[in-house]
């Protein structure tokens, strides 16, 4: 089975600018999950999309945001960007058999964004 | 709120050498989950463990253990007779199974291992 696929893998953008980030997750898997890794930050829960809805959200400003479709592929979006807009933005999917909080989360391979 | 705490920024051993990773977690939730992934220089997070917060019982595969104490909140990983291959960024993570709250993992700041031949 496919993995989790992330587009582009690399994107290079000046400030001011927006930009979108696209993710497939595992076929099967209705939740989808982004992240964003700074080395200062660490790793930032972004928000969560099931069946098309914004389910979490954490704590971005609103230039930050995202959907998700109806085959559960799924886009975030940033708007005029800023400079610690850059970092390594990461979305992953789970099956969510059970309940929410319990399924292993499993991680693409990330877009790189750099912002100057 | 959660929080995932890995003191051990970096750490370095030779090849062979067992080594274990700190993790040490807050939460208020009694239905909790923890994990380990593996972050290689490629970027993507790859899952190795989940546990939940009803099974403390310490889990081995292959070279890899992990022991989860609740009464200390931890959840350590060890890697025994370490490899060059198991150098990478090695993050815990919680998730609380609070069904209002969807799927959000709250990580830990990470842990550098090098492993030198």
């Known amino acids: 089975k496919a993995g989790v696929t992330q587009t582009p893998r690399y994107l290079i953008k000046t400030r001011g600018q927006q930009v979108t980030l696209s993710c497939s997750p595992i076929s099967g898997h209705r939740s989808v999950s982004w992240y964003q890794q700074t080395p200062g930050q660490g790793l930032q829960f972004l928000f969560e999309y099931f069946s098309e809805t914004q389910r979490n959200k954490g704590n971005f400003p609103g230039r930050f945001s995202g959907r998700q479709f109806s085959n559960s592929r799924s886009e975030m979006n940033v708007s005029t960007l800023e400079l610690g807009d850059s970092a390594l933005y990461l979305c992953?999917?789970?099956?969510?058999?059970?309940?929410?909080?319990?399924?292993?989360?499993?991680f693409g391979p990330g877009t790189r964004l750099t912002v100057l | 709120a959660q929080k995932v705490t890995q003191a051990q920024t970096e750490i370095s051993v030779v090849e062979k050498e067992d080594v274990t990773l700190d993790c040490v977690y807050e939460t208020r939730d009694t239905t909790y989950y923890l994990f380990w992934y593996k972050q290689p220089p490629s970027g993507e997070l790859v899952f190795l463990i989940r546990r939940n917060s009803f099974d403390e019982q310490n889990e081995i595969s292959g070279r890899y253990s992990w022991n989860f104490q609740k009464s200390t909140s931890s959840f350590n990983f060890t890697i025994t007779a370490s490899q060059v291959v198991d150098s990478a960024v090695y993050f815990c993570a919680l998730s609380e199974a609070n069904n209002n709250a969807g799927n959000m993992l709250t990580f830990g700041g990470g842990t550098r291992l090098m492993v030198k031949p």
């Open positions: 992953a999917s789970s099956l969510e058999l059970a309940g929410p909080g319990e399924d292993t989360q499993y």
